[in-house]
T-cell receptor, first 112, second 114 residues
């Protein structure tokens, strides 16, 4: 079963606007990761936030984590056409956290 | 470094055929895993390995076998292909088990079972 669920499923914005994607999960975690997937390609790791962190930045990316609500958000500021991709949240589960569970993803389209 | 490589990129099989998807990494990562990605469902873990000689099942292991004889290679075998196994398969690796370390993904193998 899926652990993370992204919202919205699809998002279309203009270049320069900000894009916000949300992820909800079901069980306790020790970290949450965001990945990007360009069409027809493998996933690329963007950022990891640990359960004792509330916010983390990496370039134009800002990730927040609310463990009380079991939710995370990914904000991409000043979006570019090259940001067009699918974005997934993922959480480790199971014994020794070896089982990584991904959500179904948010498909982001940035129009030039 | 080539990172994580997968072969073939595309494959068409008939129901009942068997085949092996190849995965190799040159980063000396202990942990390797196989996922399948179906439309609208994200990635689901099939099998994983925390080191040479050690494998374990993930969320959807039925119909697949794996082995890990070397650190570098982690092949995925389809024993008797079924249309339900039509999917895109991704191999990934990362350093040491049980942590949130970044996973590196291969480019994927698109498999169609007729």
């Amino acid at each position: 079963s899926q652990q993370g669920e992204e919202d919205p499923q699809a998002l279309s914005i203009q270049e320069g606007e900000n894009a916000t994607m949300n992820c909800s999960y079901k069980t306790s975690i020790n970290n949450l990761q965001w990945y990007r997937q360009n069409s027809g390609r493998g996933l690329v790791h963007l950022i990891l936030i640990r359960s004792n962190e509330r916010e983390k930045h990496s370039g134009r990316l800002r990730v927040t984590l609310d463990t009380s609500k079991k939710s995370s958000s990914l904000l991409i500021t000043a979006s570019r056409a090259a940001d067009t991709a699918s974005y997934f949240c993922a959480t480790p589960m199971g014994y020794n956290n070896n089982d990584m569970r991904f959500g179904a993803g948010t498909r982001l389209t940035v129009k030039p | 470094n080539a990172g994580v490589t997968q072969t073939p990129k595309f494959q068409v099989l008939k129901t009942g055929q068997s085949m092996t998807l190849q995965c190799a990494q040159d980063m000396n990562h202990e942990y390797m895993s196989w996922y399948r990605q179906d439309p609208g469902m994200g990635l689901r873990l099939i099998h994983y390995s925390v080191g040479a000689g050690i494998t374990d099942q993930g969320e959807v292991p039925n119909g697949y076998n794996v082995s890990r004889s070397t650190t570098e290679d982690f092949p995925l075998r389809l024993l008797s292909a079924a249309p339900s196994q039509t999917s895109v398969y991704f191999c990934a690796s990362r350093t040491r088990q049980g942590t949130g370390n970044e996973q590196f993904f291969g480019p994927g193998t698109r498999l169609t079972v007729l």
